[in-house]
């Protein structure tokens, strides 16, 4: 996990929508 991309990728935890 990419230090800039944690934040999304936390994101992604809760909405899995953001993946794609």
Avoid: Y
Avoid at 1 to 20: C, K, M, Q, W, Y
């Amino acid at each position: 996990r990419n230090a800039h991309n944690f934040p999304l990728d936390l994101a992604a935890v809760e909405a899995p929508s953001i993946t794609g």
